[in-house]
């Protein structure tokens, strides 16, 4: 199974900074069709996962602009670019384009 | 506006059998595949089982395969996941979840905890 590693596990941080989590896996994430498939969801306490970005970058409907995702290969990024007090919560990449599907270990983000 | 609601989760034993359902609505199920994926008490997500639109395809994690059957009922709108054998690394919260990849919006329940416990 491809191994999702996601850096750092927990993440202070200031309300109003930026705040980035990586996201790596074992293997290229790029599928025969081209598309590269790699989500971010968010977890707020309490709550069920939400995705937030699909295929590295592309926002869901209603997500804030303040989130975005980037990378290629086995190397991605979630960045939010400023951080709010409803953004608290954990925040997870996976990957779907080798079976599987397969989670990134989880990165919670709190306010410092 | 769409709707996943899990049911049948509770306290059961080691070895024992719960079947868990998920009732949709506000979508079009039967062009949807659809997935089971848990959360044991603290830790990260697990996919355990997919099912294909019109139940041709099967798909199951190693840690359940042979103890667990995912079903669906296209004309009920509804998702089931029967699970037998059941050991204490099974007690979760299992969402239901369209768990989709590309532009199609992604659907998740609420959840339903299973304990097994003796």
């Known amino acids: 199974d491809v191994v999702m590693t996601q850096s750092p596990l927990s993440l202070p941080v200031t309300l109003g900074q930026p705040a980035s989590i990586s996201c790596r896996s074992s293997?290229?994430?790029?599928?025969?069709?081209?598309?590269?498939?790699l989500n971010w969801f968010q977890q707020r306490p309490g709550q069920s996962p939400r995705r937030l970005i699909y295929?590295?970058?592309n926002r869901d409907s209603g997500v804030p602009d303040r989130f975005s995702g980037s990378g290629s290969g086995t190397d991605f990024t979630l960045k939010i670019s400023r951080v709010e007090a409803e953004d608290v919560g954990i925040y997870y990449c996976?990957?779907?384009?080798?079976?599987?599907?397969?989670f990134g270990q989880g990165t919670k983000l709190e306010i410092k | 506006e769409v709707h996943l609601v899990e049911s049948g989760g509770g306290l059961v034993k080691p070895g024992g059998s719960l079947r868990l359902s998920c009732a949709t609505s506000?979508?079009?199920?039967?062009?949807?595949?659809i997935s089971w994926v848990r959360q044991a008490p603290g830790k990260g997500l697990d996919w355990v089982s997919s099912?294909?639109?019109?139940?041709?395809?099967?798909y199951y994690a190693d840690s359940v395969k042979g103890r667990f059957t995912i079903s669906r009922d296209n004309a009920r709108n509804s998702l089931y996941l029967q699970m037998s054998s059941l050991r204490a690394e099974d007690t979760a919260v299992y969402y239901c979840?369209?768990?989709?990849?590309?532009?199609?919006?992604?659907?998740w329940g609420q959840g339903t905890l299973v304990t097994v416990s003796s």
């Open positions: 979840t369209t768990l989709k990849l590309g532009i199609t919006p992604d659907y």
């Open positions: 293997q290229r994430l790029v599928y025969s069709d081209g598309n590269t498939y």
């Open positions: 996976m990957q779907g384009t080798h079976w599987p599907p397969t």
């Open positions: 295929k590295v970058s």
């Open positions: 506000g979508f079009s199920f039967s062009d949807y595949s």
């Open positions: 099912i294909s639109n019109s139940s041709s395809y099967t």
